[in-house]
């Protein structure tokens, strides 16, 4: 018989969930091969789940809507915050399944069995709800067996762990790389941690989740019943066109108080890609989709609220999945036969545009790759420079079996992700750490401990950089739409977390009201990166600024020497 799920029991799943995904984060975006081969589904597990334990009241005296010991509140508050905080497709679902364990456990009081069934089926409705079209041998399979479970009186961990060695049977693309689900080892993987906090025995031996973990019976596996494909667009002349490849992973928050206007942009994103999860309430949704046109996913959200903290990223192409190119044949390492990696050697290699972030870079120990960074607010957003082949190259002259690898720029993600995978082939253990600016690649850096074990030293670099908000000020290139509204030649851009956050004219206003929000929200120690072209005297303004208004932050001041943007900004 579990103990009650209170408020105690929820903070120690907290402390025994976010050491286990922590665990599993390395493995997890070693095997992320469904919905896409990105190689991130731990790292936005890990970063969703800790946004939400962060945020858990700091004493238990909640009482939940029926009077018991407040563990719907503190999950109520969880959820919000993994709301505020998701990560791609998996860290969304995990949002609402947050959300569902807590309605659940508002329906009534009860035993504790009882209030534990509740919880479990409020997380598993829900996150299938959110996500448009339910796939199975996913994270939503692995749910509804432990709540199943739970409400036949059996172990809900250990039927998680049933389902998830499973996954493959249910899932060709997980099949064919010989995987179980990603997505589906991080749910195990909590639900574990949740029946340990709830003072129940856990089996030694960890879930199935090597490479290889598929089943015999998964070696012909028939074709799940996947997402309807979107309808065919009508063209002028009547004759249906091929739809187009999801391009683009959008995600963003939306201020919307009317469901109704959610219920349409749910109907109007569906046919404009896949992958589509949209969650949330009482005013405020997460929506999440791949799609071919971004621009049209937020123009959807536009008609139905406010879009804010609005985040594209480039998806890998399909012929990337598992290892393989368009052909279906195993992707090479790099050509040539390079040399066998030194599997006791360490190494982190970084992108970073700019001599001085080069300099610093290379003096905590990373090997460095230089770039040259799109400007904000030019016709595209990416990187001149480095390619595929370039990030693969980096990695196997380094010579070491263990690489981590710092992208430091958004547009990179999908070609470090397919760096990494190709350089695993060749039997180099590489982890991609999603740094999105150059202040998060330091703040990594600053962490990272080559003598440590290597999933833990990707975690807690991962962390680092998690932890850390980033800012930019540039200079726009040519008119352009912006999250802030429309910007001109010339007009100073002020950026907070990749999005535009407001258009001036001068840098030095632009850049104190940049870092005077990044600082509402609390911090330790800034970090000013100057640009080669930062007018005189702004860091010591800035600097002053830090001091007159917050007494306990210290600042830092890097001379960057990027060309691209007059500022980098981080708060950790």
Do not use: K
Request: glycine share 12%; with cysteine.
């Amino acid at each position: 018989m579990p103990q009650p799920l209170d408020a105690a029991a929820v903070r120690r799943w907290c402390a025994l969930g976010r050491e286990a995904l922590r665990a599993h984060c390395a493995r997890m975006d070693a095997i992320n091969v469904f919905p896409v081969a990105d190689g991130d589904t731990g790292t936005n597990l890990c970063l969703t789940f800790e946004a939400a334990c962060e945020a858990l009241p700091a004493r238990d005296t909640a009482r939940d809507t029926n009077g018991d010991p407040g563990a719907g509140a503190a999950l109520r508050a969880m959820a919000r915050a993994a709301l505020l905080a998701a990560r791609g497709n998996s860290g969304a679902i995990l949002a609402e399944y947050l959300r569902g364990m807590a309605r659940g456990l508002d329906e009534g009081a009860g035993a504790p069995a009882e209030r534990l069934c509740r919880a479990l089926r409020g997380g598993a409705s829900a996150a299938y709800a959110a996500v448009a079209h339910p796939v199975e041998g996913t994270m939503l399979t692995v749910a509804e067996a432990a709540a199943a479970a739970a409400e036949a009186g059996d172990d809900p961990a250990a039927a998680a762990r049933r389902t998830l060695d499973a996954t493959p049977d249910r899932l060709a693309a997980l099949a064919r790389a010989g995987v179980v689900d990603a997505g589906g080892l991080g749910l195990t993987v909590l639900l574990t941690a949740l029946w340990a906090a709830l003072g129940e025995q856990v089996p030694d031996e960890e879930p199935a989740a090597a490479i290889g973990a598929a089943s015999p019976a998964a070696a012909e596996p028939a074709e799940p019943a996947a997402s309807p494909a979107a309808p065919a667009a009508l063209p002028a002349d009547g004759l249906p066109q091929a739809p187009r490849r999801p391009e683009f992973e959008v995600m963003y928050l939306l201020a919307a108080e009317d469901p109704a206007a959610v219920d349409a942009l749910r109907a109007r994103l569906d046919p404009l890609g896949d992958s589509l999860v949209v969650g949330g309430g009482e005013g405020l949704w997460s929506v999440h989709v791949h799609v071919a046109d971004a621009g049209a996913a937020v123009e959807a959200g536009l008609a139905a609220g406010r879009p804010h903290r609005i985040r594209i990223t480039h998806l890998p192409t399909a012929g990337d999945a598992a290892g393989h190119d368009a052909t279906g044949g195993p992707r090479c390492a790099a050509d040539g036969p390079g040399r066998p990696p030194d599997p006791g050697a360490r190494v982190v290699v970084a992108v970073v545009p700019g001599e001085g972030l080069a300099a610093l870079c290379r003096q905590a120990g990373a090997v460095v790759l230089s770039a040259r960074s799109v400007p904000a607010g030019a016709a595209v957003d990416g990187i001149d420079g480095i390619d595929e082949g370039a990030l693969v190259a980096a990695v196997r002259a380094t010579g070491a079996g263990e690489v981590a690898l710092l992208p430091n720029d958004s547009g990179l993600h999908p070609l470090a992700a397919r760096a990494a995978d190709a350089v695993r082939a060749a039997g180099i253990r590489c982890a991609v750490i999603p740094t999105r600016a150059a202040v998060q690649g330091l703040a990594a850096l600053a962490v990272h401990q080559p003598d440590r074990r290597f999933d833990e030293d990707v975690v807690t670099m991962t962390s680092a950089a998690g932890a850390t908000r980033y800012g930019e000020v540039t200079v726009a290139e040519r008119r352009s739409w912006t999250s802030a509204g429309i910007c001109h030649r010339g007009d100073v851009l002020g950026l907070v977390d990749g999005d535009v956050a407001l258009i001036g004219s001068g840098t030095g206003q632009v850049a104190t009201e940049v870092l005077d929000r990044m600082l509402a929200a609390g911090g330790e120690l800034v970090t000013l990166v100057l640009g080669a072209d930062a007018p005189a005297g702004l860091a010591a303004a800035l600097e002053r600024r830090v001091r007159e208004r917050h007494l306990a932050v210290d600042t830092v001041v890097h001379e960057g020497r990027q060309h691209e943007t007059q500022l980098l900004i981080g708060v950790e």
